[in-house]
């Protein structure tokens, strides 16, 4: 149970394109999806808090304008990343929980290399 | 600012014998403290979860300990195995949101 699918698992695409990244929970219904960005060798920096229906709250420094959210209903939450530059490049991750407390696991995808060439 | 640190990057052990990781965090109380297993490419997976409140939990090959005074969790994996050899990362809370430390790499010689 608790199965988060991810999608693209990569992307590789031209400065100045918009990527779109899905995330779903498959077998069950996440009242809150998180979206992290990681880099190599460090660690998961969370961009944004997002709950079905509402606007993402997004965490200092990250850019609501570059980095859209949409969380359309309680299974699938969409990243995308406008206007893509090389600095945008690194491993963005979702993932989906069924409580907005810390006493809960969260289940994560596997994951969206973005590569902006 | 809040800091969360893993020791050692990377952690070599020989099968059977038992890997300890440490977490260490300073300006931050957390209520809740998880830990990860991340293996490269994929997504983390949750492991164990432990509260303030409680000093040590146990899953079968696993344990954790928290230790609220020193600000520090400690992570076993006893009688190791090549399987295991991961990136494992700790994960601090008090609400919804996880801070991360950028994790330990363990790898498990045959």
């Known amino acids: 149970g608790a199965v988060v699918s991810q999608h693209p698992s990569w992307v590789i695409c031209k400065s100045g394109t918009s990527v779109k990244i899905e995330c779903r929970s498959l077998d069950f219904q996440a009242t809150t999806m998180f979206w992290y960005r990681q880099f190599p060798k460090q660690s998961l920096m969370l961009m944004a808090t997002s709950n079905e229906g509402s606007k993402a709250t997004y965490e200092q420094g990250v850019e609501k304008d570059k980095f859209l959210i949409n969380h359309a209903s309680l299974t699938l939450s969409t990243l995308t990343v406008t206007s893509a530059h090389p600095e945008d490049s690194s491993f963005y991750i979702c993932?989906?929980?069924?409580?907005?407390?810390?006493?809960?696991?969260?289940?994560f995808g596997d994951g969206t290399r973005l590569s902006i060439l | 600012s809040q800091k969360i640190e893993q020791n050692s990057e990377a952690l070599n052990i020989q099968e059977g014998k038992t890997a300890t990781l440490t977490c260490n965090y300073t300006?931050?109380?957390?209520?809740?403290l998880q830990w990860y297993r991340q293996d490269p490419g994929r997504g983390p997976v949750f492991l164990l979860l432990?509260?303030?409140?409680?000093k040590e939990k146990r899953k079968e090959r696993l344990k954790v300990t928290f230790d609220t005074t020193l600000k520090q969790s400690l992570f076993h994996i006893t009688a190791s195995q090549p399987a295991d050899s991961a990136t494992y990362l700790c994960?601090?809370?008090?609400?919804?949101?996880?801070?991360f430390g950028a994790g330990t790499t363990v790898t498990v010689r045959a």
């Open positions: 994960a601090l809370a008090n609400d919804y949101k996880l801070s």
């Open positions: 300006n931050y109380s957390p209520a809740y």
């Open positions: 432990i509260r303030e409140n409680e």
């Open positions: 993932s989906a929980g069924t409580d907005k407390g810390g006493n809960q696991p969260q289940h």
